[in-house]
């Protein structure tokens, strides 16, 4: 015995005297007076006997041999103060003092394990049995742990205290060597068998937890369903504070049965937050799903049938080498097993495509730079040259070549795989014993970053105490010691990799994408100039020079702000699919240039590393639904959308987002959403704030939809007359005895791009307060801003026009109509419709007026008045040189069908009321519906109608001056061609042409002039 606990004999010591042996204790031990208060802690919790100053005396010993002394008593003190009467464990260490050791290692290396033994001092019997349980073993102990609990939530719990008291097992086992048969180091960090039953401990408690959470989360009449883990977890080689990779599969009894992909997707829900959501136990593990096709996008879970279609028809090399390490480890094995041999043929291939080895080489650089950009950050285990990815990249490289014709290699495990890549001969002795070392012993440094905290620590502290620390724990006796292994394992690995990957790799020409980005890279030479130059020409670029103008200043900057390397690589993996979106585009040099606005806007590194992160990694026939083609689209398709768009740089994000354009958005939506938005304005300048900002995000939305998804032209219309609607409401606001009533394409419901509104005031009585509240509106809806103004408003068809009162009463507009108003003007009321204000005026003024404009007999006056319009409007408006360009009013024009359409509508109203109001599309189709014309007919009208509209709003988005008339022959005219998809400009014009001539001849029979 020490002299020290032998000279007091049995009798317990009183407190006064603890601490004075406490610091006897610590100076025997050489250390520091401090320790004195957690020694004197041990000696109590041990009830101040003989034996306590002993087992104190041992740990003293033993934490003074440690690399951190003070962490090991602290730990140590903390752990036997809470486990309450410890005589037993007292005893059980001191008749085995290498436990007492042990302790000191596992508590002065891991905070995270002394804080489970704190937390739950009892587990220390774990220590007992280090050896990582199976898989096997842990399902049936788990199951037979949660059965005891009547709730989820119970039942999950358990599994969290469960996944503590065997992480303690495991990291006692991986820091102590024990429990692990033939862990013999053969230098630090390098303990093949332990390493192995480490990752392999950890892993089989994964599986046996997400089983376990699984049959906890899945219901009675469960569907066929399965949990495919990939990553590390799936290769049965997870870290301490690895995320679980995971994918959700089941099983549908057809392609749409939407009853499944619901259950289904709700049940991945309840297991992902089962996993990863935090309680006072802790959780279970961090979920990450972003490894299913569409990524956070996609759905969570996917039937089987999905699932091989994506990868049959859009797989990418990253997602065919992901699928390396699938393994089925939880709910329906028998389908987990089909997945399984479904996907093999996707990663495995007997014919390797001829960009396999572009994209891997691809990839691979884009890795590097990523954390090249990160390099101050720290050097990355995993991702730094020479590390843990060089390792498994290498190796899943060899299975992707040679896997189809070998089956011996299809194994997840990176450990097995070098062993059989080398049984194989694919891989020389030198290269495999390079990779196998070169990995465990990286993991193992990832390991000890990890154990510390249990956080996903992947980076080396930078010189200092930390990396003084490191390298303790990793068994080095200085920094200085640990750096100089690790830059020698780190070349090592590189130069393997490098022998693999070169020895394997296709010599010989690159693929023009690998071409166009090297010219990239080099744009800074007057050859790869020359290059960019010829081949812009090639694909169809007007200006050439000026385009190679924007692309370098995209990549190298300005004198004023050059750029570094990493905007010069982020443009270099884009320019392939950045060319190709632009020719694309009816004008492929301005799409070019709009890239260019929009990375100014946004700052140009981080933009093009934001679209080069979004692009596919393989072309899709959804190639519009990616940002980078969406801002070409903007650019060389719709100018004017564009051009709002960089007014507004708070709208990108949602702009890029696809579920932006293609979303459904009803007229209640939209007044909900503005109420909402105008909730915070306080004051009327803040109102019309509001209403600018709202209007510009709906407006892009309704662009969009029709730029990328080619929205029908009348869902168009109808929108951009929804999104008029609710702002002039909104403008308006709650005003008793006061309504706006719409005309024109406002009030039929045809608002294009470009309209005005065209709008009549009604107010309960001639009052000055209301011709007060009109102008105010007028005033919101027209007032000029940096952006422009809200809307156009023409008042010019209320009564007395231009010289009229901007209100009138009901009574005051009735009397008109029927006094003094021309024929014209009772003709415009066919579109009238009630827009904002008291509904109630509208309809008072609508019933008062429709016998006006639609009387039993129709007046002979009112056609041949109609008729003499026509040809004044012909005459007067229509230029000579425009007549068969002029969408409007030249021949078989709108004007022609509205004339036409609107004349039988007043002259039928009377006897069918569906013929009243509304817009020409409408009326057509009610016509033809009820025997009045032909089909054959309206749908020719119909057609030359929906054309010019279609024209009118693709010339506006253009950035035309005029939206009627169609340009002469020329770079105009085919570009507006490639917008409405036609060959070129010769085949638009004929189509015009065709539909124009076939409404004219229904024009001129029906309505002779």
Not at 54 to 67: D, G, I, S, W
Not at 254 to 272: G, H, M, W, Y
Not at 309 to 329: C, M
Not at 362 to 375: P, T
């Amino acid at each position: 015995m020490d002299p020290l606990s032998s000279s007091l004999g049995n009798a317990p010591l009183p407190p006064e005297i603890v601490g004075a042996v406490a610091r006897d204790v610590a100076l025997s031990a050489h250390l520091p007076e401090a320790a004195a208060s957690d020694l004197g802690a041990i000696i109590q919790a041990g009830g101040g006997s003989a034996s306590a100053v002993l087992l104190a005396e041992q740990v003293a010993a033993a934490a003074a041999a440690t690399p951190f002394p003070s962490m090991a008593l602290g730990n140590f003190a903390r752990w036997v103060t809470r486990l309450g009467s410890g005589g037993s464990v007292y005893r059980l260490m001191l008749e085995d003092p290498r436990l007492v050791r042990h302790f000191a290692v596992v508590l002065s290396s891991s905070q995270y394990l002394a804080d489970i033994l704190a937390r739950d001092p009892d587990y220390y019997d774990v220590i007992l049995e280090p050896t990582p349980r199976s898989a096997e073993d842990l399902r049936a102990a788990l199951s037979d742990l949660t059965r005891a609990f009547a709730t989820v939530d119970g039942g999950l719990n358990a599994l969290r205290r469960a996944r503590r008291r065997e992480m303690l097992r495991i990291g006692w086992a991986d820091l102590t060597g024990t429990g692990v048969p033939h862990a013999e180091p053969r230098g630090p960090c390098y303990n093949v068998p332990l390493f192995r039953a480490v990752v392999a401990g950890i892993s089989g408690l994964a599986d046996a937890l997400i089983q376990t959470a699984y049959d906890l989360c899945a219901q009675a009449n469960q569907l066929p369903f399965a949990i495919i883990a990939m990553g590390k977890l799936g290769g049965r080689e997870l870290n301490y504070s690895s995320d679980v990779d995971l994918l959700f599969v089941y099983d549908a009894p057809s392609a749409d049965d939407t009853a499944s992909f619901k259950q289904a997707n709700q049940l991945a829900e309840r297991i992902v937050a089962a996993l990863a959501k935090p309680t006072h136990e802790g959780y279970l593990f961090r979920a990450d799903i972003r490894l299913r096709p569409g990524g956070r996008s996609g759905h969570l879970a996917r039937s089987l049938a999905s699932y091989l279609e994506h990868y049959e028809r859009w797989p990418d090399v990253l997602e065919r080498q992901a699928l390396i390490k699938a393994r089925p480890v939880a709910g329906d094995p028998e389908l987990g097993t089909r997945f399984l041999a479904a996907t093999r043929s996707c990663v495995y291939q007997p014919t390797i495509p001829a960009s396999f080895f572009d994209e891997v080489r691809a990839n691979k650089e884009a890795l590097e730079r990523r954390v090249e950009d990160q390099e101050s950050l720290g050097v990355s285990v995993k991702e730094g040259q020479g590390g843990i990815r060089d390792v498994e990249f290498a190796v899943q490289f060899l299975q992707m070549l040679f896997g189809a014709r070998m089956s011996e290699l299809q194994t997840g495990n990176t450990m097995e795989a070098i062993g059989r890549l080398r049984a194989a001969g694919l891989l020389a002795d030198d290269t495999a014993r390079q990779l196998e070392e070169g990995y465990v012993f990286l993991r193992t440094v990832e390991h000890r970053l990890q154990l510390l905290h249990d956080l996903p620590v992947r980076t080396l502290p930078a010189a200092g105490g930390e990396a003084e620390a490191l390298a303790a724990r990793c068994g080095f006796p200085s920094a200085e010691a640990f750096a100089n292994e690790y830059q020698r394992q780190t070349a090592m690995v590189r130069e393997a990799f490098t022998a693999v990957f070169h020895a394997t790799a296709r010599d010989g020409e690159p693929s023009p994408d690998a071409r166009l980005r090297g010219l990239i890279l080099n744009i800074d030479t007057r050859s790869a100039n020359n290059a960019l130059t010829h081949h812009l020409q090639q694909r169809g670029f007007q200006d050439p020079p000026r385009v190679l103008q924007t692309l370098r200043r995209l990549a190298l900057g300005s004198e004023a702000q050059p750029a570094g390397s990493a905007q010069r690589r982020a443009l270099a993996n884009l320019i392939a699919p950045l060319l190709d979106a632009a020719a694309e585009t009816p004008s492929p040099d301005d799409a070019i240039a709009y890239v260019e606005t929009v990375a100014d806007l946004m700052g140009p590194l981080s933009f093009l590393k934001s679209l080069e992160g979004q692009l596919p990694a393989h072309p899709t026939p959804h190639a519009a639904l990616y940002p980078l083609d969406v801002l070409c689209k903007l650019g060389g398709a719709a100018p004017v959308l564009g051009q709002l768009l960089a007014r507004h740089p708070q709208l990108i994000d949602a702009a890029l987002d696809p579920a932006f354009a293609a979303e459904s958005t009803s007229k209640e939506d939209l007044a909900r959403e503005l109420s909402g938005r105008l909730l915070g304005a306080r004051s009327s300048d803040g109102v019309a704030a509001v209403l600018r900002r709202f209007r510009a995000r709906h407006y892009l939305r309704i662009g969009l939809a029709d730029l990328l998804y080619d929205a029908d032209v009348e869902d168009v219309c109808r929108a951009l007359t929804d999104l008029a609607d609710v702002i002039v409401a909104a403008a308006l606001g709650d005003s008793k005895g006061f309504a706006v009533l719409g005309l024109g394409r406002l009030g039929g419901g045809e608002m294009q791009y470009g309209s005005d509104l065209d709008m009549l005031y009604l107010a309960a009585a001639p009052d000055r307060d209301y011709l007060r509240l009109a102008s105010s509106l007028t005033e919101t809806l027209t007032a000029l801003t940096p952006d422009g103004p809200l809307y156009d408003v023409d008042l010019r068809l209320r009564p007395e026009g231009r010289h009229g009162l901007l209100s009138m009463s009901v009574e005051g507009a009735l009397g008109y109509y029927r006094d003094r108003a021309m024929v014209w003007e009772k003709q415009s009321m066919v579109k009238a419709r009630y827009v904002a204000g008291e509904a109630e005026l509208v309809e008072e003024f609508l019933a008062g007026i429709r016998p006006m404009v639609y009387p039993t007999r129709l007046p002979q006056r009112y056609e041949a008045e109609m008729s003499a319009m026509k040809r004044r409007i012909e005459r007067e408006r229509l230029k000579q040189e425009e007549r068969h360009r002029d969408l409007k009013l030249g021949p078989g024009g709108l004007t022609d069908i509205e004339f036409l359409v609107q004349r039988m509508q007043m002259r039928h109203g009377a006897r069918h009321p569906q013929l009243r109001g509304g817009g020409v599309l409408k009326a057509l189709r009610t016509l033809s519906g009820i025997g009045l014309l032909p089909e054959s007919e309206a749908e020719e009208l119909m057609s030359a109608y929906r054309f010019a509209l279609r024209t009118r709003n693709a010339l506006h988005l253009l950035g035309h001056a005029s939206q009627n008339v169609m340009p002469l022959p020329g770079a105009e005219l085919e570009r507006l061609a490639r917008r409405l998809g036609y060959e070129n400009g010769g085949a638009l014009v004929e189509e015009h042409q065709r539909l124009a001539a076939a409404a004219r001849r229904i024009f001129e029979a029906r309505f002779p002039q």
